[in-house]
């Protein structure tokens, strides 16, 4: 069984900086894709960032570009987020997950692409 667990949560001023973590056990995690969403209040949860197996591709939603940066530690089992320049707007629950079906060493954006999921952690930035 698979299990993600997100860390690194909480409130900060808009401008500031935070680094989430989501550690991933039950299966090998070098052969996973990763991904982040985030879900607003009363909105859809969207596409962040993802990052292929190796670490090498990866790929983010317009509204983080050069801001946010996704990376991933194999030997620690450990995905990262980590969130520059801050906007009130970025306020969410911000969720892991992971993709152990694919073959291919790609990054990917899509919910459906994604077969397990963490519990979420809460980002609230402050203006």
């Known amino acids: 069984q698979v299990q993600l667990v997100e860390s690194g949560g909480g409130l900060v001023q808009a401008g500031g900086s935070l680094r989430l973590s989501c550690a991933a056990s039950?299966?090998?995690?070098?052969?996973?894709?990763m991904g982040w969403f985030r879900q607003a209040p009363g909105k859809e949860r969207v596409f962040v960032a993802g990052?292929?197996?190796?670490?090498?591709?990866?790929d983010y939603a317009d509204s983080v570009k050069g801001r946010f940066t996704i990376s991933r530690d194999n030997a620690k089992n450990t995905v990262y987020l980590q969130m520059n320049s801050l906007k009130p707007e970025d306020t969410a629950i911000y969720y892991c997950?992971?993709?152990?079906?694919?073959?291919?060493?790609?990054?990917?954006?899509?919910?459906?692409?994604?077969?397990?999921w963490g519990q979420g952690t809460q980002v609230t930035v402050s203006s």
């Open positions: 997950a992971a993709d152990f079906r694919s073959l291919s060493d790609l990054a990917r954006a899509t919910e459906r692409a994604y077969d397990y």
């Open positions: 039950g299966r090998t995690f070098s052969s996973s894709t």
């Open positions: 990052i292929s197996r190796s670490g090498i591709i990866t």
